[in-house]
């Protein structure tokens, strides 16, 4: 996201670590650490944003809570992101609840503080207007992936984004968990995961799941696997990005 010479490397965050020193400098003394513990909600529809949270391990599910109490996820947050970073923009949390999938670790941040250095810096205000657009660009796949694709392709793609952006191939999930995240029944679940798990792609045992063959594991992926990774790599960017997404900080 920037290109320095010199980074903080003590953060396991990716957008905190791309930082120039001196803009990671100027919020180091203001930023904590929290314990994400799994199925804790950081924030409900509705509610007001205050922190920005950097994962450093673990995964955050951004999903949407319907009237039957059902919950789909749209998106997920893991050490290479930011969730939170603005209340007034175009944001997911203004539509979402924002629920730890995986248990791990985050930096958290003030919004008012992350609106200081975002008004003093236009590369770190571009940098989270960039980062913005590829989540929104991902709750648009995953749109498109709930009406058109088999539980199959959606459980084998949902994995693999999983491994990546928590960076472990061994996954702690419940059926139950991925059943509700994935908006599927709990027994189409345990069909495809034993499939899976047939096809030496997986190891399931219960409460978790282990990416074996992830190779494998892409061919049984639907398209937007490749197409999310495309974009969270930076390799699909919308060129009207900065006209589109005003920096509203």
């Not at 791309?18 to 799994?38: C, G, K, N, W």
């Not at 509705?46 to 109490?69: E, N």
Request: positive net charge; charged residues 20%; proline residues 3%.
């Amino acid at each position: 996201m920037f290109s320095s010479s010199s980074r903080p490397r003590h953060s396991k965050n990716e957008f905190l670590n791309s930082l120039p020193v001196e803009d990671f400098a100027s919020i180091e003394p203001f930023l904590e650490t929290v314990y994400l513990e799994q199925g804790a909600e950081l924030i409900n529809f509705g509610s007001k944003v205050t922190h920005v949270y950097f994962p450093q391990s673990g995964l955050i599910s951004l999903v949407v809570r319907l009237d039957t109490g059902k919950m789909v996820e749209v998106a997920m947050v893991g050490r290479s992101g930011v969730f939170g970073a603005s209340a007034r923009s175009i944001w997911p949390s203004r539509v979402t609840t924002a629920v730890v999938q995986l248990t791990g670790y985050a930096t958290t941040l003030s919004v008012s503080r992350l609106r200081m250095l975002a008004a003093k810096n236009a590369a770190f205000r571009t940098a989270l207007i960039k980062y913005k657009q590829s989540l929104f660009i991902e709750i648009q796949q995953t749109v498109a992936c709930l009406a058109s694709h088999t539980s199959d392709a959606r459980i084998a793609t949902w994995l693999l984004r999983a491994r990546d952006i928590s960076g472990d191939s061994s996954l702690p999930l419940t059926r139950e968990f991925l059943s509700e995240m994935l908006g599927l029944h709990r027994n189409a679940v345990s069909a495809v995961a034993q499939s899976l798990q047939n096809a030496g792609l997986i190891k399931y045992s219960r409460g978790r799941v282990d990416v074996v063959d992830s190779e494998g594991l892409k061919h049984a992926a639907c398209e937007c696997y490749a197409k999310v990774q495309a974009v969270s790599r930076g390799l699909a960017v919308a060129e009207t990005l900065e006209a589109n997404f005003a920096p509203a900080l």
